[in-house]
């Protein structure tokens, strides 16, 4: 079946470890989305991509960054720059000019 | 600015009713397409409906309809014949141009519950 995953569903880290968050479609979407959401709140975009090897930040990017070396794959690394990780995080995809579909997300905590 | 606004943090709806979420958007675009998404306790985001700035129909998908007034920068979700299973938070958003640029903005959310 078509479909976002992603892994882990639930994540721990250390304070100053690296972590990184995977996201795969097999949709053939062009573009790609990282969202980070607090308790209660909405969503906040990380980073986006329109196309392989192309990616921008979006409102919140201090301490990730991302890779968009094939189509189907757009890796998100939480970094130690970030001072307040634990959140609920979603990855997304489009075709262009159509809706998002969402993947199941990853809890991150910083233990 | 807020490009979505949600002025209800919170609704109640009881079970087998209409119920209208409210959202305002601002835009300066003449192309931007419209969604509204749900999300139970589980945390997936789930598509319910879309509207293009073009569209002059309202939007319906089953028991949703999107209220649709381009004047007023207004785009309500209306649920009829509610259900517990509605019980979530619905979050509306905005894509703002045509096909690139595809910058998906989302309002606050808010939070429905249905009550039997």
């Known amino acids: 079946d078509g479909g976002i995953t992603q892994s882990p569903k639930y994540l721990f880290r250390k304070e100053g470890q690296n972590v990184t968050l995977s996201c795969e479609q097999n949709l053939n979407h062009d573009a790609m989305y990282w969202y980070r959401q607090d308790p209660g709140q909405g969503l906040r975009l990380i980073y986006y991509?329109?196309?392989?090897?192309?990616?921008q930040k979006g409102d919140i990017a201090e301490g990730y960054s991302v890779s968009r070396e094939k189509k189907e794959s757009f890796p998100l690394t939480v970094t130690s720059a970030q001072k307040n990780p634990t959140a609920f995080y979603l990855c997304?995809?489009?075709?262009?000019?159509?809706?998002?579909?969402f993947g199941p997300g990853t809890r991150l905590t910083v233990l | 600015a807020q490009k979505i606004t949600q002025t209800q943090p919170g609704m109640f709806v009881q079970e087998k009713e209409a119920v209208t979420l409210d959202c305002t958007y601002d835009?300066?675009?003449?192309?931007?397409?419209l969604f509204w998404y749900k999300q139970p306790s589980s945390g997936e985001m789930i598509f319910l409906i879309y509207q293009g700035s073009y569209d002059e129909q309202n939007a319906t998908e089953g028991r949703y309809s999107l209220n649709f007034q381009k004047a007023r920068k207004s785009a309500n979700l209306v649920i009829s014949a509610s259900q517990l299973g509605d019980s979530a938070m619905y979050f509306c958003a905005m894509r703002e141009g045509r096909n690139y640029g595809q910058n998906f903005v989302f309002g606050p959310g808010t939070r429905l519950s249905v009550l039997p």
């Open positions: 997304a995809s489009s075709p262009q000019g159509a809706e998002q579909f």
């Open positions: 991509s329109q196309i392989v090897n192309d990616f």
């Open positions: 835009t300066s675009d003449q192309s931007y397409g």
